[in-house]
């Protein structure tokens, strides 16, 4: 299983050196080219092409399953009858976690008169600039480029909070679900984890939480001395913007005197099986809610017929082992907001007709998280393009090996603002 810290990707810096562009038609295939998703009804338009740009083939941050949940959306919106008339095509282009690649395939989506991108995930930047210049809109990137551009650029729509609130937010989960009263901080020591730090301190001033920082070299292995000065700090908890390894090392060291907070998905539930009753005091939070939630959120069984569906005609990317509820959830969402707001859409489906619908939608309701309003921008610094801040509570539980929702939620923009006081 690969790390989903966006945060921990950011803080290591994690780029590759190789850029190159392919895609994938919607059986999950590499090909060279686009391919139409099949459809049994017969819509008449001409077709309309989206892209999903993901890291594919790095050493460690891979994310075939959200590109799968793009593809089966796809899939069965086409069933559906398409958007309009209009047959919808997918291809997935590998941005490889690195600026070049990622740039190759914006300019791929302008060159090729992309409808949109979906799901687009890149710590490195640079997708955004050429997007924004051909006028191409991102729906529901995971708000992770590090030149910020995913939640400041107008072409940008980011419904995934959890990797821009989840310090902020852990303080107050911690005080709620383990009582703890003081909180440390552990993240490593270079410029662009200082700002974790920030958003901790601004969370425990906001739930009433000391905070303690303590910052480590990316190098660090033993992380028993690190567990040892924030017991000495006195604080019953973590939080942490480290990479998977050093989180698991972490854990590993403090065991179950400790309780844990970090965004969903820093550590996969592989790894959180194999951390057994160390784990037990594992908390998250995550934009969306869990798989095993679907009584609640009907939409969650609709979403996993699609991938059972797209899985069934050949699609490997669709495969169970493979979903993740940030990723799959966060691919699958962004086709349900372009098929809901292409439909309002009057005269010509393009990428210009749909951007100027999406900045004028309002109430956009795709059930999984709160009614979207496109038109009123965040009023976080930094965050204009993020339109949901709304965090769910999530705790491990080591003997079912999965995650059970605290039924606490979050909103992290009144986090930050009740911090900043």
């Not at 590499?30 to 139409?36: A, D, I, L």
């Not at 309009?84 to 997935?92: F, T, Y």
């Not at 490889?96 to 060159?111: F, I, L, M, S, T």
């Not at 590090?146 to 821009?164: H, M, N, R, W």
Request: charged residues 15%.
């Amino acid at each position: 299983m690969r790390s989903r810290s966006a945060m921990a990707a950011l803080a290591v810096g994690v780029t590759l050196a190789l850029a190159a562009c392919g895609s994938s038609d919607t059986t999950g295939n590499t090909t060279g080219k686009s391919t139409p998703a099949p459809a049994t009804a017969g819509p008449k338009g001409s077709p309309v092409k989206l892209m999903s740009i993901v890291p594919l083939t790095t050493p460690t941050t891979n994310f075939p399953e959200q590109a799968g949940a793009a593809k089966a959306a796809v899939r069965a919106l086409n069933k559906r009858g398409g958007i309009n008339g209009h047959l919808v095509q997918i291809d997935v282009c590998d941005s490889k976690n690195d600026q070049a690649a990622g740039e190759a395939c914006a300019r791929k989506a302008v060159n090729g008169k992309y409808l949109a991108v979906v799901s687009a995930f890149s710590t490195a930047g640079g997708i955004n600039a050429i997007l924004e210049k051909g006028g191409i809109p991102s729906i529901g990137s995971s708000g992770v480029a590090g030149d910020g551009s995913d939640l400041t650029s107008k072409i940008s729509f980011v419904y995934q909070p959890a990797s821009t609130y989840s310090e902020a937010a852990c303080p107050q989960l911690l005080k709620d679900s383990a009582k703890i009263s003081k909180l440390g901080v552990v993240n490593y020591d270079i410029a662009a984890a200082s700002r974790l730090g920030v958003l901790a301190g601004l969370g425990g001033k906001a739930a009433g939480v000391g905070t303690q920082e303590i910052k480590v070299a990316p190098t660090t292995s033993d992380y028993a001395p690190i567990v040892a000065r924030v017991t000495d700090a006195g604080a019953q908890g973590v939080t942490t913007g480290l990479a998977e390894p050093s989180a698991i090392s972490l854990i590993q060291a403090g065991g179950d005197k400790l309780s844990y907070c970090n965004a969903a998905g820093t550590i996969s539930d592989a790894n959180l099986v194999k951390l057994g009753p160390a784990a037990k005091n594992f908390y998250a939070v995550g934009a969306f809610p869990l798989f095993n939630q679907s009584a609640k959120y009907p939409e969650l069984t609709r979403l996993q017929s699609e991938l059972d569906a797209d899985f069934a005609a050949g699609d490997k990317d669709a495969a169970k082992k493979l979903r993740h509820v940030t990723s799959t959830i966060g691919g699958w969402l962004a086709v349900q907001i372009v098929e809901q707001v292409g439909k309002k859409v009057t005269g010509d489906l393009t990428a210009k007709s749909l951007l100027a619908q999406l900045t004028k939608t309002k109430g956009l309701n795709v059930q999984l998280v709160p009614p979207l309003d496109f038109t009123k921008t965040n009023a976080v610094p930094g965050l204009t393009r993020l339109f949901n801040n709304t965090l769910l509570g999530q705790r491990w539980d080591p003997a079912k090996k999965t995650f059970y929702a605290t039924g606490k939620t979050y909103d992290g923009q009144k986090i930050l603002a009740a911090g900043a006081k």
